[in-house]
């Protein structure tokens, strides 16, 4: 998205550069916070910002920022400010950023002050102890600075607001002042939450401070906690954590018992560094805690171990659950295990891995195992993972894994989420963005003996910007090792990698997937590839020049493919409208540029309440409406559209009306991911529908804005400055013409900045 401006104007916060239309009203996992894109602020005293635009050949902080872009404060008196316009007061933050490493390695201390409404409340520590690896980027325990090549840029830092909370619509400003010792400052994003009043002891529960544990000091608290274990596993009982950090240096194993905390933000479970640590819960509940794990490195000697292993026959359930800086922050298996709610967080190894285990034993069969609505971002390794390795060489397959409605977002190492085996698996309703190192999805299996991935189904998720420096041969969805399954109406939006879906070892259905702005070719069979294919009802446009929607580079191992109904193969150039999904049933008749009412489009052999899908030729726009007369909720298609039902919102047999038109040239969308936990913008109340868009972008003289009910004040910012350059009032164009060659904010009303280029 941020780096072909020449198709697709850019949106902070993981907004999405397509049609107001766009399919995304169940993606990704919905949180308590609310996290900005520093890159959406308003800077001062020499800040800047710094934006990868094209996949460089080793890992960068531009790489591994979410959106690509930070903020970089690195001089006395630079600062980045933001409007609270989430909704939320916050009492917490968590900033994503990264300070310089010490010398020598192994990181150092600096805080970065807060001011809310240009008022200084307060400094926030933030360190690089847990960040800034050196060498190959596979690399994950060398912190000598003279061993290479940089990586690990970023890590995650918590606060709460010192004072009152910040309100909706104040302005946070983060400033380097005097105080403020790091030579740098990167600002990738940051989170606000309003967090409530701790949870208190559950009945029949033991707390462990009966059993000596002690909260805040440098006590270690494991055997408090393992003889707490114990009686509660004697007695029946739950074990209760209370407000505090505690620490433990010991592995902590537990069955059959619920573990219950004050909350994330209230239980801090710290690890000693030393030894085992981990926490090994066998048909456990656990919920409500924050784990750090104190980790510098990927092996034993710097700490590394797992955040939590989670297993058990009789199933097991793990919610609200926050690790940090741990291994592989949430290591699963067993038979009906849910996984929900949670987070992880910078951590070493896997966000969240559902397995069978390294061993053939019931308690790690990997069956009917579920990874819902969980927020993971910045690991080093896959931020969800199906693991069906082979148990040590003879454990079956794992069967009827679900990882729904969560969000893996900047991994820096592998891919967002990775299938390895497994039957009947379902991704459904994911979001998936900013992937550093390989791909945004991948199906295949765990090395050469490992069970295959016998059927997956890969459905409704959004994948923004992904494809990292080594996915050159792969693509946002890479199919491999004979994967058997059907990946169905994801949306792929500005696709860093080479080919948006690239498929080599398979057999599989792609259909009514649309991919947006692919850096290179949109669906690609690999030379050498083998398996059979069924590629139907797929939608690519915004191709840049010289690429092609559908490449076979495999015909000498790979049989044709079934090709049918897919937009490069359309020749059509006026809108039709078909009375079921994926072009189906009865079609209504051609309908050339015009506006049509309900009656109209009787006419034309659209019923109302009718339409299911559409064709949408280049050079139509098609604006539907739910009410007659062109009135209720619009949506607007600028492409073949297979799915209404997955538009946001539905509109399934929802047209009443609509308008055809010439679609102006460079088209560009501004609307956002509705489940991305991204800053949302908000519309001013001089905008139609649901958003706005600019044409044509980039501009010469004339930028036209669309949607506008009457005239509104409009702000234009220079984007490395942010100084204003140009105010007007418009009610659809504003002369631009005497700005310099470069990039630009423009400012609607109260909405936060569309970017655009001017030539």
């Known amino acids: 998205m941020k780096k072909n401006y ?16 766009t399919r995304v009203s169940a993606q990704g996992a919905t949180t308590p916070f609310k996290s900005i894109e520093a890159e959406s602020g308003t800077l001062a005293g020499g800040a800047t910002i710094r934006t990868m635009t094209t996949l460089p050949s080793q890992p960068t902080p531009e790489l591994e920022a979410s959106g690509r872009s930070f903020v ?51 400094a926030i520590t933030m360190t690089s102890k847990y960040s800034w690896q050196y060498g190959v980027a596979q690399n994950w325990n060398i912190n000598d600075p003279s061993a290479g090549t940089p990586h690990r840029f970023y890590d995650e830092f918590r606060a709460w607001i010192t004072g009152a909370a910040i309100a909706p619509g104040s302005t946070i400003t983060l400033k380097k002042d005097a105080a403020n010792t790091a030579a740098f400052y990167y600002i990738d994003m940051f989170d606000l939450e309003n967090v409530g009043a701790p949870r208190t002891q559950p009945a029949n529960t033991l707390s462990v401070m009966d059993y000596g544990a002690t909260s805040g000091d440098a006590t270690d608290d494991s055997d408090a906690f393992l003889a707490c274990i114990d009686d509660c596993e004697r007695l029946k009982k739950g074990m209760w954590i209370p407000v505090g950090n505690f620490k433990t240096s010991k592995a902590i194993d537990a069955s059959e018992i619920t573990i219950s905390g004050a909350g994330m933000w209230y239980t801090t479970l710290q690890r000693i560094i030393g030894g085992r640590h981990k926490w090994s819960l066998t048909n456990c509940t656990i919920r409500d805690v924050y784990i750090f794990g104190n980790e510098t490195g990927r092996d034993l000697a710097h700490g590394h171990d797992y955040g939590m292993t989670v297993q058990g026959s009789a199933g097991w359930l793990v919610e609200r659950v926050w690790v940090h800086n741990v291994g592989a922050g949430f290591w699963c298996s067993g038979t009906d295990g849910t996984i929900k709610d949670c987070r992880a967080s910078n951590d070493w190894a896997d966000g969240i891995n559902l397995n069978n285990g390294s061993s053939v034993q019931a308690n790690n069969a990997g069956l009917r195992l579920t990874c819902q609505n969980n927020y993971v971002r910045g690991c080093a390794d896959d931020g969800i993972a199906i693991n069906a390795g082979n ?54 299996t765990f090395g050469v003996d490992a069970n295959p991935c016998e059927s997956v189904t890969v459905k409704n998720n959004l994948l923004i910007r992904c494809g990292g420096f080594r996915s050159a041969a792969q693509g946002a969805i890479f199919i491999n090792d004979g994967t058997t399954g059907v990946v169905q109406e994801n949306t792929i939006i500005d696709c860093f990698a080479n080919k948006a879906i690239a498929i080599k070892k398979f057999n599989v259905t792609l259909t009514s997937n649309i991919v947006i702005n692919p850096a290179a070719t949109g669906f690609y069979i690999m030379s050498g590839a083998t398996g059979s294919a069924v590629i139907n009802y797929n939608t690519v446009t915004q191709l840049k020049s010289g690429q092609t929607a559908f490449k076979n580079d495999g015909t000498a191992t790979f049989p044709s493919p079934s090709l049918t109904g897919n937009s490069w193969q359309q020749t059509a150039t006026e809108v039709s409208f078909f009375q079921n999904t994926n072009y189906g049933g009865t079609a209504g008749q051609a309908m050339p540029v015009g506006n049509y009412t309900q009656a109209q489009l009787a006419s034309k052999g659209v019923a109302n309440d009718w339409a299911s899908s559409a064709r949408v030729p280049s050079g139509r726009r098609v604006i539907m409406y739910s009410g007659d007369n062109f009135t209720g909720t619009s949506w607007i298609l600028t492409y073949d559209t297979p799915v209404f039902l997955n538009l946001s919102p539905n509109a399934n ?31 001013p109340e001089t905008v139609t529908g649901t958003g706005i868009m600019i044409y044509p972008n980039p501009v010469s003289a004339t930028l036209n804005i669309w949607g506008l009910k009457e005239s509104s004040n409009v702000v234009i910012r220079d984007f490395r400055t942010g100084n204003v350059v140009l105010k007007a009032k418009t009610s659809g164009a504003v002369d631009v013409s005497k700005l310099s060659s470069g990039y630009y904010f423009i400012n609607i009303g109260k909405d936060k900045g569309i970017k655009f280029i001017k030539d």
Do not use: H
Request: net charge negative; hydrophobic share 45%; charged share 10%.
């Open 72 to 122: 970089e404060l690195n001089s006395t008196g630079e600062s980045v400010s933001w409007v609270n316009d989430t909704g939320i007061s916050a009492n917490t933050i968590v900033i994503r950023g990264s300070i310089p490493d010490a010398p020598t390695g192994f990181g150092i201390d600096a805080s970065v002050n807060l001011y809310i409404d240009g008022v200084f409340r307060q």
């Open 391 to 444: 148990g040590g060489g003879t454990a079956g397959n794992m069967v009827d894994t679900k990882i729904l409605n969560n969000s893996s977002i900047a991994t820096i190492y592998a891919n967002g989420i990775r299938v390895a085996g497994g039957r009947n698996s379902l991704l459904q309703n994911n979001l998936i963005t900013d992937n550093a190192d390989l791909s945004g999805i991948v199906l295949s």
């Open 653 to 683: 047999d929802q047209m009443s009306s609509c308008k055809v038109e010439t679609a102006p040239s460079q088209l560009a969308f501004n609307t956002f991911a509705a489940n991305s936990n991204a800053e949302r913008i908000t519309p």
């Open 6 to 21: 020449l198709a697709l104007i850019f949106i902070f916060g993981l907004l999405l550069l397509i049609s107001m239309a």
